[in-house]
């Protein structure tokens, strides 16, 4: 089987932002580089408060792979701003690559061992899931941290949280009113919009931890203040430029915005969002579209949710293959793994979202 090199970044190439992220789960750091902030400026504080809440805690869900995840700044950034390329790295100092050494050419069910041993052969570093670990959505952090800081300081807000855990429901932004105001979460970490449903989802999560498996999710999220005409039509439609980047994290693997998917059960007529003057701002009377028409926005919220799977590292004997001796085998994954990622990928669905919105603005 031929193999190439193993690419050492990721690359987004916006309309006004470039990214480029970079590092492994177990290299020595991971990071990102940004082009497009130059006159910009942030709270660093603030951002390493952003960062935190994707950390992972002394909670049952999480990993007990408890890194510090602080910000270093390398360059782009004085007290007069970004300017030029910016960069940012954040050291890995709690690896255990031992935990691993039993899994080599051995894909684990789910992960993305296979293709990456199918495309880059021994280049290929597969420790705590390499490049393709949610490790790296810490930079992706950084970066949104950055934008949504910036997009807070004209107006717009960007609000996710968790609807679903397993097979138990919270409050979803389907049963608010169309034009949402100010959306309050009690527990940033664990952000619901009805703490009722917490201590069941969380129930849901250690039942799933106790028996060596997890458990996977939905999170919505809610975008308010985007000016109205906000994104382009067909490739560079809002819808698009979220998917893109939301398919970046790792975990995601479904999305849909407004009513979504229920409107294949429904009539033209029970859907289609009216219009109407409230003062001198054109809104709708429902928002089954999520705020955006034409793949632009048309000045209500913007409204999506994820679909987050279980996380493939489960202590359950699996199945799978040993690509060395060309035979079937059985695997059991030990070490350290979240049972559910979806508290800790609330953040990383709001950095997404202000990275797009950000670089979807017109006219800066």
Do not use: W
Request: glycine share 10%.
């Amino acid at each position: 089987m031929n193999t190439v090199k193993d690419k050492q970044y990721s690359v987004f190439n916006g309309r006004k932002l470039r990214l480029e992220v970079f590092g492994a789960s177990h290299a020595q750091e991971m990071g990102v580089y940004i082009d497009g902030l130059d006159g910009e400026n942030i709270d660093l504080d603030k951002l390493q408060e952003f960062l935190e809440r994707r950390r992972a805690k002394n909670e049952a869900y999480s990993t007990k792979r408890i890194e510090g995840d602080k910000i270093k700044i390398v360059q782009g950034l004085s007290k007069d701003g970004f300017s030029g390329r910016f960069k940012a790295v954040i050291e890995n100092n709690c690896q255990r690559s031992k935990d691993y050494l039993n899994l080599e050419k051995k894909p684990r069910p789910s992960h993305a061992d296979f293709v990456g041993f199918s495309k880059y052969g021994d280049d290929f570093d597969y420790r705590g899931g390499g490049k393709f670990s949610g490790r790296l959505t810490a930079p992706i952090c950084i970066a949104g941290g950055i934008c949504k800081q910036i997009l807070e300081r004209k107006g717009i807000k960007i609000q996710a949280f968790i609807s679903k855990i397993g097979k138990v429901k919270g409050k979803s932004y389907k049963e608010l009113t169309a034009d949402i105001k100010d959306l309050i979460v009690e527990d940033i970490n664990f952000p619901l919009l009805d703490n009722s449903t917490k201590e069941k989802m969380k129930e849901e999560i250690e039942n799933a931890s106790k028996n060596l498996d997890s458990v996977g999710g939905v999170i919505d999220c809610v975008i308010t203040g985007v000016p109205v005409g906000t994104g382009e039509y067909m490739f560079d439609s809002l819808e698009s430029v979220i998917s893109h980047l939301a398919f970046a994290v790792p975990a995601v693997k479904g999305i849909e915005f407004g009513t979504g998917f229920d409107l294949a059960e429904s009539y033209g007529s029970q859907v289609n969002d009216a219009f109407y003057y409230d003062g001198e701002r054109v809104k709708t009377k429902t928002n089954h579209n999520g705020g955006i028409n034409g793949g632009m926005a048309n000045g209500m919220p913007i409204t999506f949710s994820v679909v987050v799977k279980p996380t493939p590292s489960i202590g359950i004997e699996q199945e799978t293959v040993d690509l060395i001796n060309k035979q079937n085998t059985k695997i059991k994954i030990e070490g350290r793994h979240d049972s559910c990622i979806v508290p800790r990928a609330v953040p990383v669905i709001e950095a997404i979202s202000a990275i797009a919105i950000f670089d979807s603005l017109q006219g800066e």
